[in-house]
């Protein structure tokens, strides 16, 4: 007897969507235009900001709306209001990420070849190519050298690192899309309105993965390009960063049985205290604050409610 045939959707760009959310940062207009200069162009593109932000465009084409809270994933929420019926397919970009020649028509046709139990795509930055994992983060379980990899602990492994198309366990949100309808529920979340979205994507695409296919793929090209690297001293940046990580990936943890607190509090305290010590040796006072503020952040109480 033969095996019923997988069902296949065919796309077309008017099908799509692009949800930028941006703080106002100077790559924004980057981000914008590379999705104007492809040769297909999208059912929409929005951009959604704080209302102290402006953002000027001359394109008819891009639609900028605005929020009265400065958090990624409240801003995401609000395209709601004004996606077309017609919305098949949502991206979701951070200004950070600029498409590349083709972008979008690769996207479509990578679309049109997965089966219904795909839920999202993930984009793979052409130039962003992560270190080898080393041993003592496999043995603190803050790495894995599986791409996409959700560890115990909560912590994950990068898929930046993958050179082909492959099946994982988290998609990464600033590079992402997703199928609207398996996925109405990401206008519908529950999360902190805090200013700095940490781990809203892991949170969000683990939680599908249980009944759902996450992909990546390196065909999809995209460049990341933000530089990283910043000098200048931030000792309460850092230091909530590390804190806002620790409290979220608690709660995120705690509410999943997939997950172990045990694994948490081991990976959390020990890799913690590692990197207290490594930025004294270093004179690194960013370090400093950011692991100092990790460590306190896995000590105290975490949000009463299961962020989604």
Same mark, same amino acid.
């Given at each position: 007897?033969d095996k019923p045939k997988k069902k296949y959707y065919k796309y077309r760009p008017s099908d799509f969507a692009f949800i930028i959310t941006s703080v106002g940062e100077k790559y924004l207009s980057n981000c914008v235009n590379s999705i104007l200069k492809q040769k297909d162009n999208p059912g929409q593109i929005i951009v959604s900001l704080p209302k102290k932000i402006n953002f000027k465009t001359n394109s008819k084409n891009v639609l900028v709306i605005k929020s009265n809270y400065h958090n990624q994933v409240y801003q995401r !929420?609000?395209?709601?209001?004004?996606?077309?019926?017609?919305?098949?397919?949502?991206?979701? $970009?951070?200004?950070?990420?600029?498409?590349?020649?083709?972008?979008?028509?690769?996207?479509?046709?990578?679309?049109?070849?997965?089966?219904?139990?795909?839920?999202?795509?993930?984009?793979?930055?052409?130039?962003?190519?992560?270190?080898? /994992?080393?041993?003592?983060?496999?043995?603190?379980?803050?790495?894995?050298?599986?791409?996409?990899?959700?560890?115990?602990?909560?912590?994950?492994?990068?898929? !930046?690192? !993958?050179?082909?198309?492959?099946?994982?366990?988290?998609?990464?949100?600033?590079?992402?899309?997703?199928? $609207?309808?398996?996925?109405?529920?990401?206008?519908?979340?529950?999360?902190?309105?805090?200013?700095?979205?940490?781990?809203?994507?892991?949170?969000?695409?683990?939680?599908?993965?249980?009944?759902?296919?996450?992909?990546? !793929?390196?065909?999809?090209?995209?460049?990341?390009?933000?530089?990283?690297?910043?000098?200048?001293?931030?000792?309460?940046?850092?230091?909530?960063?590390?804190?806002?990580?620790?409290?979220?990936?608690?709660?995120?943890?705690?509410?999943?049985?997939?997950?172990?607190?045990?694994?948490?509090?081991?990976?959390?305290?020990?890799?913690?205290? /590692?990197?207290?010590?490594?930025?004294?040796?270093?004179?690194?006072?960013?370090?400093?604050?950011?692991? $100092?503020?990790?460590?306190?952040?896995?000590?105290?109480?975490?949000?009463?409610?299961?962020?989604?």
């Open positions: 007897m !929420s609000l395209a709601k209001n004004f996606l077309k019926n017609k919305i098949k397919i949502l991206i979701q $970009l951070d200004c950070g990420f600029e498409l590349q020649k083709n972008s979008f028509k690769d996207l479509i046709e990578f679309w049109s070849l997965q089966d219904k139990k795909v839920a999202g795509l993930g984009m793979i930055p052409v130039d962003q190519r992560l270190s080898k /994992i080393n041993i003592l983060q496999k043995v603190l379980l803050t790495n894995s050298s599986i791409p996409g990899k959700v560890l115990k602990s909560g912590y994950v492994s990068a898929w !930046s690192n !993958s050179t082909k198309t492959c099946e994982v366990e988290w998609l990464n949100g600033g590079c992402v899309s997703w199928r $609207l309808d398996l996925c109405q529920d990401i206008f519908k979340r529950k999360y902190p309105m805090i200013p700095w979205s940490v781990a809203e994507d892991l949170i969000y695409s683990f939680n599908k993965k249980k009944k759902y296919k996450l992909i990546i !793929s390196n065909k999809l090209k995209i460049k990341y390009i933000i530089n990283d690297k910043n000098h200048v001293i931030n000792i309460y940046k850092n230091f909530q960063k590390g804190f806002l990580h620790s409290k979220i990936i608690k709660n995120f943890v705690s509410n999943d049985d997939r997950l172990s607190l045990i694994y948490y509090y081991y990976t959390t305290i020990f890799s913690s205290v /590692i990197g207290i010590l490594a930025s004294i040796l270093q004179i690194n006072l960013n370090k400093l604050c950011l692991y $100092l503020g990790r460590l306190i952040g896995g000590i105290v109480k975490t949000y009463k409610y299961k962020i989604r």
